[in-house]
């Protein structure tokens, strides 16, 4: 199976900062990367599809970037709302499943 | 609006099963893919299953292969899953997640509330 991880597991950030995530596959998932944030108590929210496509509605500020092995989460101009925490999926086998990577927490 | 309601989740002994429902509406249920994921308390998300939109394709994470399967009613617009022989490890919140595709793309756009499930003796 495609493993997945994410660095850091945890940051601090302030507001206004640029902030940048970090998921890496075990294997090339070419540019079938997913970002989602999710906050206490709730679901999941899609931000990032193929690595670097906007959800719609989700503020410019987010965007992502990478193929292959490395990408990147990044929010720029951090808003309090963005406390939360990131977490990578790949997409691109469903044989071997449809991974999450271990997320990130920013803590405004 | 796009809305997802998981429903049955509750408490059950090592062992036992379960099954959970997901209602769907607002789309057109019958033409995209859906997923189930689950998130055991303070852990990340762990995708477990996906169904196509025909039903034909089904595919599931390790962890629960040969013991959980998913399925899918469109003339009620319900995807299921059967969980058997559950496991204390199998205590998480259970999501209901749609795919923006009809064969599964891995995205997931839209997320039900997630229903409770508890395996303990």
């Known amino acids: 199976d495609i493993q997945m991880t994410q660095s850091p597991s945890s940051l601090s950030a302030s507001v206004g900062d640029r902030v940048t995530i970090t998921c890496r596959a075990s294997q090339t998932i070419y540019n079938y990367l997913n970002w989602y944030q999710q906050k206490p108590g709730k679901a999941p929210k899609l931000l990032i599809y193929?690595?670097?496509n906007l959800q719609s509605g989700v503020p410019s500020r987010f965007s992502g970037s990478g193929s292959g092995t490395d990408f990147t989460l990044t929010i720029s101009n951090l808003q309090p709302e963005d406390f939360a925490t990131y977490y990578c999926?790949?997409?691109?086998?469903?044989?071997?499943?449809?991974?999450f990577g271990p997320g990130t927490k920013v803590d405004i | 609006q796009v809305q997802l309601v998981e429903s049955g989740g509750g408490v059950v002994r090592p062992g036992r099963s379960l099954r959970l429902s997901c209602a769907a509406s607002?789309?057109?249920?019958?033409?995209?893919?859906m997923h189930w994921v689950r998130q055991a308390p303070g852990k990340g998300p762990e995708w477990l299953a996906v169904i196509s939109s025909d039903g034909s394709a089904k595919y599931y994470a390790d962890s629960v292969k040969g013991r959980f399967t998913i399925s899918r009613d469109d003339s009620k617009n319900t995807v299921y899953m059967q969980m058997n022989s559950l496991r204390t490890e199998d205590t998480a919140v259970y999501y209901c997640?749609?795919?923006?595709?009809?064969?599964?793309?891995?995205?997931?756009?839209?997320w039900g509330q997630g229903t409770l499930v508890t395996v303990s003796s």
């Open positions: 607002g789309f057109i249920f019958s033409s995209l893919a």
């Open positions: 997640a749609r795919d923006p595709a009809a064969i599964p793309s891995g995205e997931c756009d839209h």
């Open positions: 193929v690595a670097s």
């Open positions: 999926q790949q997409s691109y086998s469903a044989p071997q499943g449809f991974a």
